[in-house]
Antibody, heavy 122, light 108 residues
Framework: EVQLVQSGAEVKKPGATVKISCKVS????????MHWVQQAPGKGLEWVGL????????VYGEKFQGRVTISADTSVDIAYMELSSLRSEDTAMYYC???????????????WGQGTLVTVSS | EIVLRQFPATLSLSPGERATLSCRAS??????LAWYQQKPGQAPRLLIY???NRATGIPARFSGSGSGTDFTLTISSLEPEDFAIYYC??????????FGPGTKVDIK
């Protein structure tokens, strides 16, 4: 069974940086892209970006370009999302998600983490 | 940039009724169109991928159809557990993704 376990909730001040993690088990980490998705309170889903853990290639959504860094440590099967210059609008649940069950390596998002709540407040 | 629109924003129905949810893209998109269900306090769950393929464990009352710019998720007979928010998602080119704004299906 594929499981994605995310790190715990974070509270940060405006201007700070947050780094959250997503530990993968149950399939070969480097065989599947990892995505990050933002969901602000009461709002819809917004794609943040992706990483190919196999070669480290990253692609970021336009909204997050320049402030987000997605990385992966293949020695421990963990993906990370770092968001800098935090502002109140970044307060949201952040999910990691990955394909696997549908037979593809890029999408759709078959498996999801439980989410990490990031709160930005002075 | 491809933009996904979903309508209606809210669909009020009773258990046993048929639900028809629409997703429209601003330009013709590939067949990599997926639908997700999200309940309060939970992560989204994949329902449909590649327009019409049900994900593992998804009941047959969920079906997807469409092509080009117009796609539909149909729930043939609503069960109490189906009242939730539904999102469509598209790969806009090889490595850029987008979600629609969602349709909330609530109990009439």
């Amino acid at each position: 069974e594929v499981q994605l376990v995310q790190s715990g909730a974070e509270v940060k001040k405006p201007g700070a940086t947050v780094k959250i993690s997503c530990k993968v088990s149950g399939h070969t980490f480097t065989d599947f892209y990892m995505h990050w998705v933002q969901q602000a309170p009461g709002k819809g889903l917004e794609w943040v970006g992706l990483i190919d853990p196999g070669d480290g290639e990253t692609v970021y959504g336009e909204k997050f370009q320049g402030r987000v860094t997605i990385s992966a440590d293949t020695s421990v099967d963990i993906a990370y999302m770092e968001l800098s210059s935090l502002r109140s609008e970044d307060t949201a649940m952040y999910y990691c998600a990955t394909p696997g069950a549908s037979g593809y390596d890029l999408d759709p998002f078959d498996h999801w983490g439980q989410g990490t709540l990031v709160t930005v407040s002075s | 940039e491809i933009v996904l629109r979903q309508f209606p924003a809210t669909l009020s129905l009773s258990p046993g009724e048929r639900a028809t949810l629409s997703c429209r893209a601003s330009q013709s998109v590939s067949s990599h169109l997926a639908w997700y269900q999200q309940k309060p306090g939970q992560a989204p769950r994949l329902l449909i991928y590649d327009v019409s393929n049900r994900a593992t464990g998804i009941p047959a009352r969920f079906s997807g159809s469409g092509s080009g710019t117009d796609f539909t998720l149909t729930i043939s007979s609503l069960e109490p557990e189906d009242f939730a928010i539904y999102y469509c998602q598209q790969r806009t080119n090889r490595l850029i993704f987008a979600f629609g704004p969602g349709t909330k299906v609530d109990i009439k």
